[in-house]
């Protein structure tokens, strides 16, 4: 198993094997970091799973989403993933390109949207190609 540079979170580094970490604070607040583990080489018309982990240290339960505004050519398939107030969990969304083409995607980490102001949100941008 190949080990990457940890993430850095809202409440430190974040050891983890999938591209992207989000860490939820004490007081809730949502924060998304890039690692550098890879995202892989995409086929054109083939989903993707792009791997989260989810280090929950504000042991929060609810619903956590993934969105994007749209982006031509990209299918993002991100159900609500469940937090369960585990402090680590694992997750997966999933993309799709449909020509050989390189997008730059903003995505959106949502907890406890209905909270507002104890739930703010984070953004990271992926730069993903299909060959």
Known sequence: MTHHAPAVGCCGPVATDAPIAVTINPEAR???????????????????????TIVNDGFVTGPLAVESEPVSGLQLESPAHELTGEHRQETVFRVRLDAPTVVDV????????????????????LLLSAR
């Open 106 to 125: 903003t995505l959106t980490f949502r907890a406890l949207g209905a909270l507002g102001g104890l739930a703010n949100h984070s953004t990271v941008n």
């Open 30 to 52: 949502v924060n998304v970091a890039r690692s550098g583990a890879p995202i892989g080489s995409l086929t054109p018309g083939e989903w993707h799973p792009v791997a989260v």
